[in-house]
């Protein structure tokens, strides 16, 4: 597979914004960055299937961990991208890698709630693999109108849940896409967001410390919260390009559905 | 360095805590992967934790083992102090949990033995290592852009 962008991308930011997030201890790892097949999947099926609401447009990525995508969204044709990330390393780190190249991205150290407070509206939000993880995804969605016209929503999905149902799952803060424990904010001190340690977590009897709740939705479960709010649902499915055959544990990340979702009809 | 000739390079660093008493001997050790290049392992008395950095070239996709050898100290052996894994990263990324996805095997003095001959060989997720032997850690590879690993840009 070639594709331009992601060549430009691995050229021009990679390694940048790899030591910017993750800090010198990954300095390997950006050295040797490139290009997987499952990375140009993500990439595919987020924004070149998208790219109608992507390309010319304002965009606000919430939940935006590294800003990978909102380089690339940029790099994409978006005109300009706003991202929203509680973790500090992580906004901190792309905002030092958009001051350098000069990228029109803004970098927000925030958490979800903030984008209303920024006094502007964006033609999209993109909201990927984090709507899981705030503690009121429904109260949320309801006030997105005002924030922008269409909103690209990507969740885990697995497959024990009802259609229209929500599963709650129970896990600690420490590792890769990862909720927070909303009563222990102010504790987001890792360098990459953690909020507890193995030790902490078990030797110490700590054991609620970093806990955290998630939801799990079933596969129509934003088409009907949409359909409740007037949102028309553009739509709605998982990419053939994310389904990994025989993967069928519902203990395991299957894949991600994709919503694209248009809030404002003209 | 030719990108083609290896799967993967990963920079480990390694945090120990020290539990050596005055009347102990600092343990010596050395990590590597196994049947591989390994690097020695020097605590510092005067500092509680310690953190050794160190780098490993992976060329092969499956199942890898991180070795950490105690090493022998002759007949002094059993005054070998106590060392605690605190924690295993990888590129800068904390293993956490998956840090007990390791065994430790313990080499006992051998009048130690006679009086615990039950003594288990191995012990499964073990941490705090108290005698000479070999803490093994497993992990699968590629690390890079693995969906169940934090490593990752994405």
């Known amino acids: ?266 | 360095m030719d990108q083609q000739s290896y799967l993967e390079r990963l920079r480990f660093s390694l945090v120990l805590e020290n539990q050596t008493r005055h009347d102990q001997i600092i343990p010596t050790m050395e990590i590597g992967l196994e049947a591989g290049h390994t690097h020695d392992v020097i605590l510092d008395p005067d500092q509680p934790l310690n953190t050794f950095t160190f780098d490993e070239t992976i060329h092969s996709r499956g199942t890898q083992k991180l070795q950490l050898h105690i090493k022998d100290q002759g007949k002094d052996s059993y005054k070998i102090g106590a060392v605690r894994i605190m924690d295993l990263r990888i590129h800068g990324f904390s293993v956490n949990t998956r840090l007990y996805e390791s065994t430790y095997y313990p080499v006992y003095d051998a009048e130690y033995l006679l009086d615990n001959p039950t003594a288990p060989a191995e012990i499964s997720g073990a941490l705090l290592l108290g005698n000479r032997g070999k803490w093994e850690y497993t992990f699968e590879t590629p690390v890079h852009d693995n969906e169940s690993w934090r490593v990752s840009l994405v």
Not at chain 1, 129 to 154: E, K, W
């Open chain 1, 1 to 266: 597979m070639y594709n331009e962008v992601l060549t430009e991308f691995v050229k021009k930011y990679s390694h940048d914004l790899i030591i910017e997030c993750f800090g010198p201890e990954a300095s390997l790892y950006a050295e040797d960055f490139k290009i997987t097949d499952s990375f140009y999947k993500k990439y595919k099926t987020t924004i070149l299937d998208n790219i109608d609401i992507i390309a010319g447009k304002d965009i606000i990525d919430i939940g935006s961990g590294t800003g990978v995508w909102g380089v690339l969204m940029l790099m994409s044709g978006a005109k300009s991208v706003t991202c929203i990330e509680p973790r500090r390393k992580y906004s901190h780190g792309l905002a030092s890698v958009a001051k350098k190249h000069n990228l029109a991205i803004t970098s927000v150290e925030g958490f979800h709630d903030c984008v209303f407070d920024l006094g502007k509206k964006y033609d999209t939000a993109v909201m990927m693999g984090f709507i899981d993880q705030i503690p009121d995804p429904v109260a949320y969605m309801s006030r997105l109108d005002v924030l922008c016209n269409h909103v690209m929503i990507t969740h885990r999905e697995f497959e024990d849940v009802d259609p229209n149902g929500v599963r709650l799952r129970s896990a600690y803060n420490m590792g890769g896409n990862h909720g927070f424990n909303f009563k222990e904010l102010s504790s987001i001190t890792g360098d990459l967001g953690d909020q507890t340690d193995v030790h902490s977590m078990i030797d110490h009897g700590n054991q609620n410390k970093g806990k955290y709740i998630c939801y799990t939705f079933g596969s129509k479960f934003f088409e009907t919260v949409a359909e409740n709010m007037g949102y028309k649902v553009l739509r709605n499915h998982i990419p053939e390009e994310l389904i990994i055959p025989g993967r069928s544990n519902h203990d395991r990340w299957l894949c991600y559905r994709v919503y694209v979702l248009e809030l404002n009809q003209s």
